[in-house]
């Protein structure tokens, strides 16, 4: 006989052993089960497994438990920035730290080269185009005083002129 | 948000409020609420009692230092069972890499510690007890971290699908799909303790 509940049974009998069923819906499920030789056995493990799980007990919490984590909690205000800033790589296993610890090295050492640099650069090249603009605004000079010179010359009939 | 507001939500997203506001009190309450869930749930989920009291302080810690940009956009408890997942699944891959399974195949080194009741059993009767607790706990360590996770969510913390999706970061149909498979893996291993 093929059982109506074959796609759903998973839901519903994970559900049954759990108490999860409204009553109505239980009972309809029992009497299903009485009949389908498919579904009786998982039914059956699944109850076996919920009262299995129930003979796990946890251990009980060790007593000094919430002292430890006030202190923690306290010993957490009263960190400095630098410990605030490693706190969080202290509790890492080694091998996933120190690819990290090496890239913040890293990006520290870059941080810094281009503080150092980054300023001292732009006024650097700012002294070269200054520079360049003033050799040219001279030779200008120069030249335009060369013509002047030699409009002068021609005016006044000096030899260089001619 | 406000306290007000935070109320609609659930009350322990209420008292994070307060905490957020500086009420030290409120993260008493707490931790005196789901102190022992937490603790549970990751010593379940990793079978190692020290191990999972250290990582429930982790948890507690996360927690009150997160209280400043706290935003009460899921139940407290979906949040605070994500940081506890989050933490101990973490924990147990960098054991399984550091170590392989082979902590999973030790002898019971770790049990939970007895517990003491007028009624005594014998010596027979805890032996039993003993050998049908370490066998459930292997068949709980021998599924996949995620399918275990929800299967704990489900079984001891009376989580809905929809929760426990919210805490694994997955759909309402995988966390489904993962209990399903974990059950029948379970059935597999424990139906026989039905005649026990």
Redesign the interface.
Known sequence: MNCPMEDRR??IL?AYA?GELDRETASALERHLADCAACRP?A??????????D????????PD??R??YR??DE?ARLSWWERLTRPFR?M?LRQALPLTAVAGLLLMASLLLHRTGPTAPVASQHEVVGANQVESTLDDLDLLRQLSTADSAESGHPDAM | MGVAAAATLDYDAELMLRVKEGDGTSFGVL?EKH??SV??FV??LVQE?AVA?EL???V??RV??SRSSYAPTAKFKTWLFRIATHLALNWLR?ERH?RGQERLDDGPADL??R?ISDRRPSVEQEMV?EV??E???RA?AALPEKQRAA?LM???E?MEYTQIAKVLGCSDSAV?SL??RA??T??AR?????AT
């Open positions: 998973p839901a994970v759990a998982v059956a493990g699944q109850a076996a497994v919920w009262k299995a799980l003979a796990w007990e946890a251990p009980s919490v060790s438990f919430d430890r984590l923690r909690i957490g509790s296993p | 931790l102190r022992a603790i549970h010593y379940r009692q009291e429930a302080q982790e507690f810690l009150y230092r960098d550091a939970p510690a517990q007890r049908k607790r066998e459930i706990r709980v299967v489900h079984k001891y009376e489904k209990l399903f059950y029948e379970l059935r424990l139906a026989h303790m039905e």
